[in-house]
T-cell receptor, first 114, second 111 residues
Framework: NAGVTQTPKFQVLKTGQSMTLQCAQD?????MSWYRQDPGMGLRLIHY???????DQGEVPNGYNVSRSTTEDFPLRLLSAAPSQTSVYFC?????????????FGPGTRLTVT | KNQVEQSPQSLIILEGKNCTLQ??????????LRWYKQDTGRGPVSLTI?????NTKSNGRYTATLDADTKQSSLHITASQLSDSASYIC??????????FGAGTILRVKS
């Protein structure tokens, strides 16, 4: 199993550009989520999905869109990048959403918006 | 407000020494508490998950404790190794599996 994979590893965008961060998992997990990690702060939930075709907003959803057309893939779209979106983005997956279930994180995408 | 606070922010120890990292939380209602290790440039990796009824849980040289009454947890690392250098993140799960992340403690182990 490759686990949770993310591409790209690094990305630099200009303000106003759009892009998609890719996330895939090969563990047949129902639950997938996107977080951002900023210096001195804990990870914050952007969006999550409890299964194909079902997505919902997390703590900091503004400026981001998601979709879940398959169990394996959960891309995160930045519609019009802003410097405030400079961050490290992590995708995570777990078997389901219930408490106590192990969550697996991808290696992260470091995004810089100039 | 649900919060998780970790201390110290950073720590430097000599290889072979023990250390203890602290986590205090105000998350309610409590479901479980997790400790993650995050190496530089990598995603977090789970060390332990503890429920309300568990006081201690070990994973090799890592031992986590939980006091649900005082809402405190600690992660004790025994006989530290250079590979223990990382950020250690405490995460508390509220009912409904809402995860609240601490900012982490950065540990550096020196030879």
């Amino acid at each position: 199993n490759a686990g949770v994979t993310q591409t790209p590893k690094f990305q630099v965008l200009k303000t106003g550009q759009s892009m998609t961060l890719q996330c895939a998992q090969d563990m047949n997990h129902e639950y997938m989520s996107w977080y951002r990690q900023d210096p001195g702060m804990g990870l914050r939930l952007i969006h999550y999905s409890v299964g194909a075709g079902i997505t919902d907003q997390g703590e900091v959803p503004n400026g981001y869109n998601v979709s879940r057309s398959t169990t394996e893939d959960f891309p995160l779209r930045l519609l019009s990048a802003a410097p405030s979106q400079t961050s490290v983005y992590f995708c995570a997956s777990s078997l389901h959403r219930l408490a106590g279930v192990e969550q697996y994180f991808g290696p992260g995408t470091r995004l810089t918006v100039t | 407000k649900n919060q998780v606070e970790q201390s110290p922010q950073s720590l430097i120890i000599l290889e072979g020494k023990n250390c203890t990292l602290q986590c205090n939380y105000t998350v309610s209602p409590f479901s479980n508490l997790r400790w993650y290790k995050q190496d530089t440039g990598r995603g977090p990796v789970s060390l332990t998950i503890m429920t309300f009824s568990e006081n201690t849980k070990s994973n090799g040289r890592y031992t986590a404790t939980l006091d649900a009454d005082t809402k405190q947890s600690s992660l004790h690392i025994t006989a530290s190794q250079l590979s223990d250098s990382a950020s250690y993140i405490c995460v508390v799960s509220a009912t409904g599996n809402k995860l609240v992340f601490g900012a982490g403690t950065i540990l550096r182990v020196k030879s």
